[in-house]
């Protein structure tokens, strides 16, 4: 049991260069979510998923897309990477409860863009 | 809107000595609370989590939180803290509107232990 895990990662692009980040968990969970992780920002919520084919913005989406095309697999993509998106990009699931399950994350990926 | 306030950026403290990091919540209804801890270059770990019921929560590594809704704070405790224990630690609350579970997570405590 692997948990959710992300690939690559670390990444160095140039400004413009695009990329996808891969997230895989293997716990069966409905709910996926892409963060990214600043200093002194905390973890911030780029875009979430409730279900296979289902995606949703959250905090910060903007120069990001994702696609959730099979239950265990949640993508995220920049199509034309900025040195803004320089950052520790994390992967979670949670499963359905009452209320807010525990999120598992992956281990990260640290993305640099010159 | 849902926040979650930890005030303290760094804490250093001896081993063996004990513990408090301190987290302040914001919410319109009963919170669902919970810490997370860091170490260097890993993902986000969960230490323990209050949902209802008993206020004095339990979590592993020997750490604990007080749930106290008068005061809004969610605090965490150790009493005698471990070199091993050196790591950020996160506070988050939940859940948002809009359904998917999503919680809003503090900026975090570095936790700094002397040996």
């Known amino acids: 049991n692997a948990g959710v895990t992300q690939t690559p990662k670390f990444r160095v692009l140039k400004t413009g260069q695009s990329m996808t980040l891969l997230c895989a968990q293997d716990?069966?969970?409905?709910?996926m979510y892409w963060y990214r992780q600043d200093p002194g920002m905390g973890l911030r919520l780029i875009h979430y998923?409730?279900?296979?084919?289902?995606?949703a913005k959250g905090e910060v989406p903007d120069g990001y897309n994702v696609s959730r095309l099979k239950k265990q697999n949640f993508l995220l993509g920049l199509e034309s990477a900025a040195p803004s998106q320089t950052s520790v990009y994390f992967c979670?699931?949670?499963?359905?409860?009452?209320?807010?399950?525990?999120?598992?994350f992956g281990p990260g990926t640290r993305l640099t863009v010159l | 809107a849902q926040s979650v306030t930890q005030p303290d950026i760094h804490i250093t403290v001896s081993e063996g000595a004990s513990l408090e990091l301190r987290c302040n919540y914001s919410?319109?209804?009963?919170?669902?609370l919970f810490w997370y801890v860091q170490s260097p270059g890993q993902g986000l770990q969960l230490l323990l989590k209050?949902?209802?019921?008993?206020?004095l929560v339990q979590g592993i590594k020997g750490f604990e939180a007080e749930f106290k809704r008068s005061q809004s704070s969610f605090n965490l405790r150790k009493p005698s803290v471990h070199w091993s224990d050196a790591a950020e630690y996160f506070c988050?609350?939940?859940?948002?509107?809009?359904?998917?579970?999503?919680?809003?997570f503090g900026t975090g405590t570095q936790l700094k232990v002397e040996l």
């Open positions: 979670a699931s949670s499963y359905i409860a009452g209320g807010p399950g525990e999120q598992f």
């Open positions: 716990m069966n969970h409905e709910y």
């Open positions: 998923s409730v279900g296979e084919g289902t995606t």
């Open positions: 919410y319109g209804a009963t919170p669902y």
């Open positions: 209050y949902f209802s019921g008993d206020t």
């Open positions: 988050a609350v939940g859940p948002l509107m809009g359904g998917g579970n999503k919680l809003t």
